[in-house]
């Protein structure tokens, strides 16, 4: 009986532990899907700029006055296009070359910081900071993601990541609080899911304590 109880116990084991890798290899693919559509977004902003650039330059042009000196030529622009930076930056960041493309990512936020994809710019600079083990800055820089862009597209994935963060800078209570928020947040997310995931295994992994006859079962 006790073998058979064992047996059954590592099956389990096994089972969650493969789970829990299916749901970080889907976390992977779907975080790779995120990446591809923010690119493309750049793209079409790119295209929408160069379609607006023609028709201003078709409405001025205006036929000229004889002898008249040619218009001042407007002062250059200090920073690289905004599509432009935001796709070096992403190219650079899945090229793992993460201190050139934190200097980019924080490039675009100072100069396109009111933009749709500033909160993206503000997740990956975070995302850097907890591939670099940085925890404490990398939980800062979430809490500036979910604080000024609560509506973005990364809001869920900040906060999931700010749980993890916490976790592995040993704040274990906060991190569970955090991903316990998120599954409330957003229950039917895939970062939902993932939640709920790393939660059941680091219950699987210190056990589940035994209630003492005075407790209720």
Not at 5 to 10: A, C, D, G, H, N
Not at 14 to 43: P, W, Y
Not at 165 to 182: F, K, W
Request: proline share 6%.
């Amino acid at each position: 009986m006790t073998s058979a109880v064992e047996t059954l116990q590592k099956s389990v084991q096994q089972s969650g532990a493969d789970s829990g890798n299916r749901v970080d290899q889907l976390s992977g693919q779907i975080q790779a899907l995120h990446d591809s559509l923010d690119e493309l977004k750049a793209r079409v902003a790119k295209l929408n700029k160069q379609i607006d650039d023609m028709n201003a330059a078709k409405e001025n042009l205006q036929p000229g006055t004889p002898g008249a000196a040619p218009p001042a030529q407007p002062p250059q622009a200090q920073a690289p296009p905004a599509d432009i930076l935001y796709n070096n930056a992403l190219r650079d960041y899945n090229a793992a070359k993460y201190q050139l493309a934190q200097q980019e990512f924080n490039d675009y936020l100072k100069f396109y910081g009111n933009t749709d994809l500033a909160g993206n710019a503000q997740f990956y600079v975070a995302e850097i900071e907890f591939r670099q083990g940085n925890y404490p800055q990398a939980i800062k820089d979430y809490d500036t993601v979910l604080e000024q862009y609560p509506g973005g597209n990364k809001t869920a994935a900040a906060q999931l990541k700010k749980g993890y963060a916490l976790l592995e800078s040993g704040q274990r209570d906060a991190g569970v609080r955090e991903l316990r928020s998120l599954i409330n947040r957003y229950p039917r997310s895939i970062e939902a899911t993932q939640a709920r995931d790393r939660i059941r295994r680091l219950v699987s992994s210190t056990g589940t304590r035994k209630p003492s006859p005075s407790q209720p079962q």
